[in-house]
């Protein structure tokens, strides 16, 4: 039912799915959603999500002999799939971003625009969100815009690499900000557990295995500073020295780190499907 509740009505003409509003989305404040109008963000964040809900859904139904289900499910992953390579990778920044769907309807043009009307259904927003490097978590970006990600971006100590992880918005962005926020949590810059692990399972996937170490060692080492001089773990925490920032005692994905552990040590690692 929630699958099909987005497939539905959640999904614009464009192939993209949306984000109805800001409300409990997961990373609260992200620009490119947060305060925006309603059904107006093409999240990067979302998409990727649902990428892997349809693949997950796609071996579910051959599981259970629902074969024709199944090519339904397999069907509709590779039209996002399409949608998301086409609309939110951007090649002169080598980096998938979200769209804004928040366009005037063109299909009744009149007058002056009568000439030429309009032949495209969104238009990239160009702002740094970690969320970005989940084309490489779900698989949507090829190798050589996974390369290009890893160089330009991953790399970049100017815009998202941290001495403790990646910072949820780029340090360039005008919207930077690391300062406590509750209600909404602050997706403006610091870093999450979640933002680190996810990260690192797109490196590991495409094979940049001495980054994806070197993220792993930069969360452990922050979380196991933290557990040290406070005897818990904090939401989110400062990127340049590791400071928590808010809400001790947050655990929850928190401790996906323990695959990151596993991982390093070549022991059973639990993945995601």
Request: charged share 25%; net charge negative; glycine share 6%.
């Amino acid at each position: 039912a929630f699958i099909n509740k987005y497939r539905n009505h959640h999904r614009h003409r464009c192939g993209l799915y949306f984000w109805v509003n800001d409300l409990a989305i997961g990373v609260d404040n992200d620009p490119c959603t947060f305060f925006r109008p309603d059904k107006s963000s093409g999240s990067i964040y979302l998409n990727c999500l649902m990428l892997k809900e349809l693949e997950a859904m796609e071996y579910l139904s051959h599981c259970l002999n629902l074969n024709e289900t199944a090519e339904h499910y397999r069907n509709d992953y590779k039209a996002l799939l399409a949608a998301i390579r086409q609309h939110c990778w951007d090649e002169r920044d080598g980096f998938y971003y979200s769209v804004d769907l928040n366009l005037k309807d063109n299909s009744n043009c009149t007058g002056l625009h009568s000439g030429m009307p309009r032949d495209w259904d969104c238009l990239i927003m160009r702002i740094g969100v970690w969320s970005g490097f989940l084309a490489m978590w779900a698989g949507a970006a090829t190798e050589q815009q996974a390369e290009r990600m890893v160089k330009e971006h991953y790399k970049n100590s100017a815009t998202f690499n941290a001495p403790f992880g990646v910072r949820t918005l780029s340090r360039m962005e005008k919207m930077y900000n690391v300062r406590a926020s509750g209600n909404p949590s602050s997706w403006l810059g610091p870093v999450w557990g979640v933002s680190n692990y996810l990260t690192f399972r797109g490196l590991v996937r495409y094979g940049y295995i001495e980054q994806a170490r070197e993220l792993a060692i930069k969360t452990i080492l922050l979380f196991g500073r933290d557990i040290e001089r406070f005897g818990a773990l904090h939401e989110y925490y400062e990127p340049e020295n590791g400071e928590p920032v808010l809400n001790r005692g947050f655990q929850n994905w928190n401790y996906l780190v323990l695959n990151m552990i596993a991982w390093l040590t070549e022991d059973k690692v639990i993945e995601e499907y």
